[in-house]
């Protein structure tokens, strides 16, 4: 069935480092998707969205990257810190019906080390 | 802070029993949605509803079902409880559907 998925479930990087965290997704016809972190024990936390009608978006240290030719989905972290450290979700949203189709992967555990 | 609260935070009962989870939306969303993270998963959407109607169906078990009252607060209920329904129940909202989803804190709960 149609899913969002991660390349990788766990992440190391150093502090400092930049930090890239990839999505694949598979809703060609899909044209919202946001980026989440999630802390341990706590809610996701909306980071940055994009829509397809663009390729690149940056906010503050994070920047996404969306390749709809290949369905790919980035989000890059700039100068990583220890705050960093969680999970984190792609999600798809389509603009049409179907919100049951609104899946979150597994996500990418990011460790930052110190 | 995501604006969206939850309660209880916390919620231990036993196999075969109902619980009821609570919601309060953003102010001004008129979408919520229920969502269930077991241990190690991701998010496994569940229902959603808009302005106290539903309009989505996820991975929803029977025995469980959810509302939007007039003043767009939601409840889930789960009732004949497993010990495989223990997990994390997150509620999120949004403006309007399809536009980012804020979410609360979740509950946890726990079936012994």
């Known amino acids: 069935g149609e899913s969002v998925g991660l390349h990788l479930p766990t992440l190391s990087v150093q502090e400092g480092d930049n930090s890239i965290i990839n999505c694949a997704y598979s809703?060609?016809?899909?044209?919202?998707f946001i980026w989440y972190k999630q802390e341990s024990g706590k809610g996701p936390q909306f980071i940055i969205d994009?829509?397809?009608?663009?390729d690149k978006r940056q906010g503050q240290r994070v920047t996404v990257l969306l390749n709809k030719t290949v369905k790919h989905l980035s989000l890059q972290i700039a100068a990583t810190q220890p705050g960093d450290s969680a999970v984190y979700f792609c999600?798809?949203?389509?603009?049409?019906?179907?919100?049951?189709?609104?899946?979150f992967g597994s996500g990418t555990k990011l460790n930052v080390k110190p | 802070d995501s604006g969206v609260t939850q309660t209880p935070k916390h919620l231990i009962t036993a196999t075969g029993q109902r619980v009821t989870l609570r919601c309060s939306p953003r102010?001004?969303?008129?979408?919520v949605y229920w969502y269930q993270q077991s241990l190690d998963q991701g998010l496994q959407f569940l229902i959603q509803?808009?302005?106290?109607?539903?309009?989505a169906k996820g991975n929803i078990l029977e025995r469980f079902s959810a509302q939007q009252f007039p003043d767009l607060h939601s409840e889930l209920n789960l009732s004949s409880l497993e010990l495989g329904d223990s997990a994390l129940y997150f509620c999120?909202?949004?403006?309007?559907?399809?536009?980012?989803?804020?979410f609360g804190p979740g509950t946890r709960l726990l079936v012994l």
């Open positions: 999120a909202s949004s403006v309007e559907q399809g536009e980012t989803q804020y």
């Open positions: 509803y808009y302005n106290g109607e539903e309009r």
């Open positions: 102010s001004g969303d008129l979408s």
């Open positions: 999600a798809e949203i389509p603009r049409l019906y179907n919100f049951n189709k609104f899946y």
């Open positions: 994009i829509r397809s009608n663009m």
């Open positions: 809703n060609s016809a899909s044209d919202y």
